[in-house]
């Protein structure tokens, strides 16, 4: 994977880093910024240019049909597209003022604030407790035992998962129905204190019951976190979400309130994805 | 003669299947829809009604008629075999067999003639018989077939009972032919256990089954108890297999870790093809490579550092058979890494791990069963080898743990007592059936031990 910076994408970065946060147009801080955003999977675009931005303490929902780009845009994010050898991204992704693409920044570090949830619940073969104390570990977040036992708990808790599991702590994660298991990945994501949290169809797996759980979750972790969202229903966005960007065919279509967006969209595109009219 | 009818009744198969075929799409009325199944079953119903059962008869008259005759024939001359031996009548029957339906005759008499006669006489009943009641049963499974294809007849249930009924035949073949193969090996170290106490052979500690006449007893022809020890040979065997896992199993591991998660495609597509040919080299060019180069070398080395190394050592040995079963490794290892989810790498990697940490943290442990069982196969693999010990290691049974030293395995004796002229009976012979049954009874225990590891850690992912 390489970065590819052309000159002047590299002043327009630039002149956008500053030492304040950026702030839109109401002023609400923005957490990250995308800009110009273009990835390719070997010789096939997928995504053609995407400006979005993501505001501090709010859900962003990333909709669209199959195959528009979401997940793609969302991996850029915390540049899990790494791991894909044959995708290259250009363009810039600030994390607040800082570059996500850069080469000098540490992948390791980018991770560690912008967390991610996988669409299956991917619990590692472990008790439910090493799941949630796997990322603290890695990054010695925890003084000791007892503070990363307190690490563990608290994270449990405000996943919504701590009541259900804390007699079986030593119980493999896999053991769990695939709802609480989701909120364990949930968990594990919490435990290194992340800034933003990415979520790709979180509740495809579930039934209704663990989806409302995991939704009512995304509105309480909103108070501390920064939450971005790809989801297919379209009454999930309209749930959890404060803003919803609407993708389609690797462009964004637009973005904005997620109240305006589906119920005065300005794209003709838009008004026919969420009256179901294609995708 | 078999092959004959065997042919026939194949064209019997294959004309029935089309005759079946057409049959059923004639009772439909050309139909589809009203048949139960489709044609093709129709056919196989047929096809199996008319052959299965006239071979089912053949392969049996096959095994049977030989011995039947036989009896019939000593039965019916009893006055001419009357006193032969054992060995002699078995002559007597060849050599009238080979007069009635041709062949090489070794020398005939009057005897021998007569019994050919009732050998050919009876040859002409048992194959008309044969062929008539091949024919009837043909003819009766067409019959009965035919007339039972309808519409609403379940063909393709029966086909499919037919072919598990076969399957279940064919791994019931496999199963008694490892029964059989235990039984006998478990018989005759039971007849080796009679002259040599158990004790002595599993607890003894000196090994040299080729002085067995000698010392004490030695008049009576009985053997000497005291030099069945198999304790040499298995410390020589473990000495060698832990040699050669210490070599393969980082080895193999590490490349199987490499060839996963870091080589590139090509490099992969490459690499894993070569290691793989390791496997296919012959043992015997092993053990030459071992006894000629790698041997010769510890050697020299060895005594350039002053310690005394016998030109025939279990180092040689254990090193080369190591790098042998590195490919049983790592080619097991690398499959086992490879069904590791790709989501867990995810995951992990989602957390900010590196891929260092991830694969240490997560994917090692999660392909952990697939490993240890990675392993254990290449351990059997070890204990059973033979060529490279042989060339390399010595015939001396040494109970050391000096790995410098010459020693002997379990499988190595097994080959120097078998090897030469042998009585059957002797406790010499058939201490290699014990070594056997010992052999057999530590590769069953470690394989049993390899499937407890992997069921008691398997589906914790899914
Ligand atoms: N690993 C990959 N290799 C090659 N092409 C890919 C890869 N991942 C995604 N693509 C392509 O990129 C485009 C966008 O895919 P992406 O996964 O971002 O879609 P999506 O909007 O998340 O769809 P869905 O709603 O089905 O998850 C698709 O055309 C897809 O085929
Ligand atoms: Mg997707």
């Given at each position: 994977m390489a970065l590819e910076m052309t000159t002047d994408t590299e002043s327009a970065m630039n002149t956008m880093i500053s030492a304040r946060p950026a702030v839109s147009a109401e002023g609400e801080t923005l957490k990250m910024r995308g800009r110009n955003v273009k990835v390719f999977y070997g010789d096939k675009q997928a995504l053609h240019g995407v400006d979005l931005d993501i505001r501090k303490n709010q859900v962003t929902s990333l909709i669209g049909p199959s195959g528009c780009g979401k997940s793609t845009f969302l991996r850029c994010l915390n540049r899990m597209n790494d791991t894909i050898d044959i995708c290259r991204v250009q363009g810039d992704i600030l994390l607040d003022n800082d570059d996500v693409y850069d080469p000098h920044i540490d992948v390791v570090e980018l991770r560690a604030r912008v967390g991610m949830v996988f669409q299956k619940p991917n619990p590692f073969p472990k008790s439910i407790f090493e799941n949630v104390a796997y990322g603290p570990r890695i990054h010695g977040l925890a003084q000791g035992k007892a503070d990363l036992e307190n690490i563990v708990a608290s994270s449990l808790q405000r996943a919504g998962l701590f009541e259900e599991v804390k007699d079986r702590l030593?119980?493999?994660?896999?053991?769990?129905?695939g709802g609480q298991q989701q909120r364990l990945c949930i968990a594990r994501a919490i435990a290194v204190s992340p800034e933003v949290i990415l979520m790709d169809e979180p509740c495809s797996a579930l039934d209704p019951i663990a989806t409302a759980r995991v939704e009512e979750l995304m509105d309480e972790l909103r108070q501390n976190y920064t939450i971005v969202i790809v989801t297919h229903s379209m009454q999930q966005a309209a749930r959890v979400s404060q803003r919803t960007a609407f993708f389609h065919l690797g462009n964004l279509v637009e973005e904005g309130l997620t109240n305006d967006i589906f119920t005065n969209p300005n794209d003709q595109r838009t008004q026919d994805y969420i009256t179901g009219r294609f995708g | 003669m078999f092959w004959t009818y065997a042919a026939l009744l194949l064209l019997v198969f294959v004309t029935a299947n089309v005759y079946g075929r057409f049959r059923a799409m004639q009772v439909a009325g050309n139909?589809?829809?009203?048949?139960?199944?489709?044609?093709g079953y129709y056919g196989g119903y047929l096809a199996i009604l008319a052959a299965l059962p006239a071979f089912t008869l053949l392969i049996a008259w096959e095994i049977v008629e030989p011995r039947l005759l036989d009896t019939m024939v000593i039965s019916a001359k009893a006055e001419i075999v009357a006193g032969l031996s054992k060995a002699e009548l078995q002559a007597f029957l060849r050599d009238a067999r080979a007069i009635a339906f041709g062949g090489i005759v070794a020398f005939s008499d009057a005897g021998k003639e007569q019994a050919a006669e009732v050998f050919s006489s009876l040859g002409q009943t048992s194959l008309f018989l044969k062929t008539t009641l091949i024919l009837a049963l043909v003819a009766g499974g067409m019959w009965y077939g035919n007339r039972t294809i309808a519409p609403a007849m379940r063909a393709r249930h029966f086909v499919e009972r037919t072919v598990m009924a076969l399957l279940i035949l064919c791994s019931a073949v496999a199963i008694f032919t490892t029964i059989g193969i235990v039984l006998s090996l478990v018989f005759e170290s039971l007849m080796f256990f009679r002259q040599i106490p158990v004790l002595d052979f599993v607890l003894g500690t000196h090994w040299s089954p080729q002085s067995a006449f000698e010392g004490a007893g030695a008049e009576q022809g009985e053997a000497n108890t005291e030099i069945f020890g198999a304790i040499p040979l298995l410390v020589g065997t473990m000495l060698i297999t832990a040699i050669a896992i210490l070599v393969a199993a980082p080895v193999g591991l590490l490349s199987a870790i490499y060839l996963s998660d870091y080589a590139s495609t090509p490099v992969r597509a490459i690499a894993k093809p070569v290691l793989e040919i390791l496997a296919g080299i012959p043992t015997v060019v092993y053990g030459f490579f071992a006894a000629l180069t790698v041997a010769p070398f510890i050697r020299g080395w060895g005594e350039s550092l002053g310690l005394s190394v016998s030109s025939e050592s279990a180092l040689a040995a254990g090193l080369v058979m190591g790098i042998m079963i590195i490919p049983f490794v790592s080619s097991l290892s690398d499959d086992v890494i490879n069904a590791v989810p790709q989501s867990l790498r995810d995951g992990s990697a989602g957390l900010g791990a590196t891929r260092s940490e991830t694969i240490r943290r997560v994917v090692l442990p999660a392909a952990l069963p697939g490993i240890v069982s990675a392993l254990i196969l290449a351990i059997s693999r070890a204990i059973g080898e033979t060529m490279i010990v042989v060339m390399a290691a010595g015939l001396a049974a040494n109970m050391t743990v000096n790995p410098l030293e010459a020693v002997t395995t379990v499988t190595v004796q097994i080959v120097t007592l078998l090897v030469g002229d042998q009585e059957f009976d002797s406790a010499k012979t058939l201490a290699a059936f014990a070594l056997g049954l010992l052999l057999f009874c530590i590769t069953l225990a470690l394989n049993i031990f390899a499937l407890r590891v992997v069921k008691k850690y398997r589906e914790q992912y899914d």
């Open positions: 030593d119980e493999p994660g896999t053991g769990l129905s | 139909q589809l829809s009203a048949l139960h199944s489709r044609p």
